[in-house]
């Protein structure tokens, strides 16, 4: 099964009674394992949690810190982009040169890194003083 195989699964399994727009995705880390995660609404908007956050989240509490590729799919007609918070967050656990394949459920890809999709990152380099 293909990261984007495991991503176009976990979508099914979308909570959006709200929006009814599914998004799944899933990264693989150094070590090999595959997380996922779906996007889940709640009627107190915005508190829902994107699908990019869900499975960084699995990822960690797996015991991995380090995304070596990651995969977005949605029902739309072009492929759908992380928002500007999955992007940080991707960015924290990924390198700059990290492969992010972005795709529809019609089969429509693109393909993009994690720095192409966050100029400008706002980094640990920016915490240090010294």
Known sequence: MTLLDTARGVRERAYVPYSRFKVGAAIRTASGTIYAGCNVENVAYPEGT??????????????????????????????????????????EFGKADVKVTLATTDGATLETTIGALLPGVFSNDHMSRT
């Open 50 to 91: 994107c699908a990019e956050a869900g499975a960084i989240a699995a990822m960690v509490a797996g015991g991995d810190l380090e995304i070596v590729e990651v995969a977005v799919i949605a029902d739309s007609p072009s492929p759908v982009s992380p928002c500007g918070g999955c992007r940080q967050k991707l960015a």
